[in-house]
């Protein structure tokens, strides 16, 4: 009887195969999820030599604030999130301006002059949620969203899904999206 000490050997060529195999199936079965986040259009960077500063009347200024107990204060009020888009569409399509011919507002006292010089200034304490700072967000969209198609309907006959791109860039001009998170004091 002939004992070897040789151990058995296996033979592995298919197991690349194998291994092959399920890489090309998660790689097909697998999705990749898309980014979230608040798409936002940066300003262009101020060319050099040019002074981009601009003043900006404080009565064009709304200050949403947002504590670190998450309570939503415009301009230094308590107010309620489900008020604010209210308040947004007021303050912003306020028709102070005689020569604003595409308001749609009444004159209010304590609004914009008009669209083109309203601007939001949102300001976040460090232990705000970041769901509060998204339904602000939200908020604020839809304000621009209605009073954008409204201005549409009155001006050009069309809902903002059927409108050209001229039109579009015209509407976006009347209703320019102006929000900064910087304090301004």
């Known amino acids: 009887m002939r004992h070897s000490r040789e151990l ?6 298919s197991m690349a195969d194998i291994a092959f195999l399920l890489l090309i199936f998660f790689l097909v079965a697998t999705t990749v999820t898309q980014d ?19 003043d900006i009347n404080k009565r064009n ?10 309570q939503l204060f415009v301009n230094q009020m ?14 912003i399509d306020n028709n102070g301006d005689s020569s604003c011919d595409y308001c ?5 006292p304590f609004a914009s002059e008009n669209p083109q010089k309203a601007a939001i200034a949102l300001i976040t304490q460090p232990k705000s949620t970041y769901n509060t700072f998204i ?30 791109a001229s039109e579009l860039a015209a509407v976006k001009q009347a209703y320019p999206f102006r929000i900064t998170e910087a304090d301004i004091r």
Do not use: H, W
């Open 8 to 13: 058995p050997t296996m033979n592995a060529g």
């Open 36 to 54: 979230q986040g608040i798409y936002r259009k940066l300003p262009a960077p101020c060319p050099p030599g040019q002074v981009c500063d601009v």
């Open 61 to 70: 200024i709304l200050s949403i604030a947002i504590n670190n107990d998450n």
């Open 78 to 91: 308590i107010t309620n999130i489900d008020d604010l888009k209210s308040t947004l569409m007021e303050f």
């Open 104 to 108: 749609l507002g009444s004159k209010l």
């Open 135 to 164: 339904e602000v967000q939200d908020e604020l969209t839809a304000a621009y969203f209605e009073l954008r198609a409204a201005y549409a309907s009155k001006r050009f006959n069309k809902n903002l899904a059927q409108l050209t």
